[in-house]
């Protein structure tokens, strides 16, 4: 089953930053989107800015006119609207239905298998503005696919299509997938925000600006050379500045109420330290002395030094 530019009519569920943005993808790679649900004003002015002359639908009605059907909804809301479409029997034999959920495999779409459609998994591995720029970003980006090994290669040539890199995820690891797309894509933000905080709160005009060369050289060094790359006062075993830092910290949540950040940098630097002990960068006395140095009242001891 091989899929040419133009072949499929794709109904989009979901004109959010997602739906939108897949949605004028595969119109231009050929397909033709016959229909878009769309219910707040930001929906529909995205709908018509990134899918000019697409018709809004209801639902039932894009399913019913649609070869695929792109599910771009919130995860917790895809299985009560897959089963709410089963039971007004929407779902159509021989029918693609794809949804764009990290969490989800296919089984999530069992109701449409028994109604003799095609079940897919395509999630995008990047975060979406919703605007046209999303649609460049594509051609650096992956999709986690997840399929019966007989549809994958369908699967595979809309990912294709969109200039994305498809990956196949298994059925079982999905949950896993998703977790660690989300644990370092969404804590990042946390992360950056909380530092750009504490920048704030001591008088930096420009947090960004500190921030930016030293974040983007980090998460570079990061992806191409792991976790060889880790450098600071946790792996270097220095607990007198990990202990300083922590207490900083602590005196920074009392004055602002902002525990959050604290809570963070504890919970981040204990995870460095066992993971840098693990691949032996850190001996077992400067592991303990940089744990000791996260406690309240811990003594932090004599850590490996270094600048």
């Known amino acids: 089953m091989a899929i040419k530019p133009g072949r499929l009519g794709i109904g989009i569920i979901g004109a959010g930053k997602v739906g939108a943005v897949l949605g004028a993808a595969l119109r231009g790679a ?31 009605d894009i399913v019913e006119r649609s070869e695929l059907v792109l599910l771009a909804v919130p995860d917790d809301a895809l299985p009560g609207l897959v089963t709410g479409l ?8 021989g029918q693609l239905v794809a949804h ?38 594509l051609t650096d980006a992956s999709f986690g696919v997840t399929a019966e090994p007989a549809m994958l290669p369908i699967a595979q040539a809309l990912v294709v299509e969109m200039g994305a890199e498809p990956v196949v995820i298994a059925e079982a690891d999905r949950v896993l997938y998703h977790a660690a797309l989300a644990h370092s894509a969404n804590h990042m933000v946390t992360l950056v925000a909380q530092a750009a905080q504490i920048l704030g709160d001591i008088g930096v005009e420009a947090p960004n600006q500190l921030l930016g060369p030293l974040l983007r050289a980090s998460l570079e060094n990061a992806l191409t050379a792991g976790e060889s790359a880790l450098t600071g ?36 630097s204990g995870a460095t330290a066992t993971r840098a002990a693990r691949r032996r960068l850190l001996s077992a006395e400067a592991y303990l002395a940089v744990q000791a140095a996260l406690m309240p009242d811990g003594e932090p001891g004599t850590g490996a030094g270094g600048s």
């Open 233 to 268: 006062p946790v792996a270097r075993g220095d607990a007198g500045t990990v202990a300083a830092h922590a207490e900083a910290l602590r005196e920074h949540a009392l004055d602002t109420g902002a525990g959050d950040i604290i809570d963070a940098y504890l919970a981040m």
């Open 100 to 137: 764009t959920s990290g969490r989800f495999g296919i089984g999530v779409l069992a109701p449409v298998k028994a109604a003799g459609g095609i079940p897919l998994a395509l999630h995008p591995a990047m975060t979406f503005t919703g605007m046209s720029l999303d649609l460049s970003r």
């Open 30 to 60: 050929g397909h033709a989107v016959v229909g878009v649900s769309a219910v707040s004003d930001a929906s529909k002015d995205r709908a018509e800015l990134l899918l000019p002359g697409v018709p809004v639908l209801e639902v039932a």
């Open 86 to 93: 089963a039971a007004m029997n929407a779902w159509q034999v």
